[in-house]
């Protein structure tokens, strides 16, 4: 198991920290030294901006008063009305991010520990021991519309990469100090692991 990273534990530590930011995403880097080993963090906000989200409740609110209207005319109450709520429950998962940081933790001579921190308190996490991990990569995603990078791990024994950032698309400049780091620390596993 990995080491505490609570602050206030009674270990000693000490925070280097370097901050970005850039339109959606905020990056931080924390550095904590415990008892000599430092725990590397790196963490990726999303950033929700007040004025995007009333201008999301004022577009949300003009469809519901057009699909209101449209009620009137048609007098399909109860199949429109289904139809509508419908479309409000997906339009709400669309427009919302529900994450509001995704953490790389990166723990010497164990692993790394990938932590999504959702708006509604709750914390996925999950623990990637370094003998799993072959090697980090940067990858360009394209689809019909968008294009961006992604930063994932291939690990030793399965056919998938492992997404380090599940749910964010953080731009590139973000996601190269994760890769960085994260490929220091596999390499420096693989030269402990063949000198022994």
Excluded at 40 to 47: G, L, R
Excluded at 85 to 91: D, G, H, M, N, P
């Amino acid at each position: 198991m990995p080491p505490n990273r609570n602050p206030d534990s009674s270990r000693s530590s000490n925070r280097e920290s370097r901050a970005s930011s850039d339109g959606n995403y905020a990056y931080t880097h924390l550095e904590n030294h415990v008892n000599t080993q430092a725990v590397d963090i790196h963490e990726i906000f999303f950033s929700r901006s007040r004025a995007r989200l009333v201008l999301s409740y004022l577009s949300i609110l003009l469809f519901l008063a057009s699909c209101y209207e449209l009620l009137l005319k048609d007098k399909l109450w109860s199949s429109s009305f289904c139809g509508i709520i419908v479309i409000v429950i997906f339009t709400k998962f669309v427009i919302y991010k529900p994450v509001k940081k995704e953490s790389v933790l990166i723990f010497p001579t164990f692993g790394v520990q990938l932590e999504s921190h959702y708006w509604s308190g709750r914390i996925n996490r999950r623990f990637v021991p370094f003998g799993k991990i072959l090697s980090p990569v940067i990858n360009e995603c394209l689809t019909p519309f968008s294009c961006y990078w992604s930063l994932a791990l291939i690990l030793r024994g399965e056919e998938q990469l492992l997404l380090v950032f599940q749910e964010l698309k953080p731009p590139l400049k973000m996601l190269v100090p994760v890769w960085k780091a994260l490929r220091s620390a596999t390499c420096a596993m693989e030269e402990s692991s063949s000198h022994s």
